[in-house]
T-cell receptor, first 115, second 116 residues
């Protein structure tokens, strides 16, 4: 069965610090990968996605993620975080060969950024 | 674009009653909608996949007779929690995938259900 792991449950940073959130999945076939963000009191929004091509994907608000197939990873990065990045971040995976639209979500990482 | 709404945003009901939650895609057509449940400090758990004009596909462990899903049009799916119990209290979130889109899903704001 597919699964998604986010090992960082709670990350606390100061503004301007660099961010890297880990995401690993367990599926050997072709995957579509996503990072969603949930700001306090708001709904889930798509940050970025990877379907194919360049494994380094750039998203909104200065975020990027790198797909490393050999490591089954899709880590999220941002060089310099802002207080407004405080939110819950979810990694999600869709396994193409299962012929399904289903997304499997990780447990989420809560990011707190202090001024 | 790609806005999904849910109604109501919050609902409190008594044990044994039924509650209907609506999910609408406001500016696009969605052949597929998804219903999730989010527990406190936990991830989203997929409950079912709702396909327009056909029966929903439920995930293992989700009671289809308790969580009735109807997807009557390309812009509306409903989730009815029947004979609700306090353990059904949760945050229910829907998402929708565009007819012509890729695999990304657009999420609604969620519905907080409290069963007393």
């Amino acid at each position: 069965a597919q699964s998604v792991s986010q090992h960082n449950h709670h990350v606390i940073l100061s503004e301007a610090a660099s961010l890297e959130l880990g995401c690993n999945y367990s599926y050997g076939g072709t995957v579509n990968l996503f990072w969603y963000v949930q700001y306090p009191g708001q709904h889930l929004q798509l940050l970025l996605k990877y379907f194919s091509g360049d494994p380094l994907v750039k998203g909104i608000k200065g975020f990027e993620a790198e797909f490393i197939k050999s490591k089954f990873s899709f880590n999220l990065r941002k060089p310099s975080v802002q207080w407004s990045d405080t939110a819950e971040y979810f990694c999600a995976v869709n396994a193409q060969s299962y012929n399904t639209d289903k997304l499997i979500f990780g447990t989420g990482t809560r990011l707190q950024v202090f001024p | 674009g790609a806005v999904v709404s849910q109604h109501p945003s919050r609902v409190i009901c008594k044990s044994g009653t039924s509650v209907k939650i609506e999910c609408r895609s406001l500016d696009f057509q969605a052949t597929t909608m998804f219903w999730y449940r989010q527990f406190p400090k936990k991830s989203l758990m997929l409950m079912a996949t709702s396909n327009e004009g056909s029966k929903a596909t439920y995930e293992q462990g989700v009671e289809k007779d308790k969580f009735l899903i109807n997807h009557a049009s390309l812009t509306l799916s409903t989730l009815t929690v029947t004979s609700a119990h306090p353990e059904d209290s949760s945050f229910y979130i829907c998402s929708a995938r565009e007819v012509t889109g890729g695999y990304e899903q657009y999420f609604g704001p969620g519905t907080r259900l409290t069963v007393t």
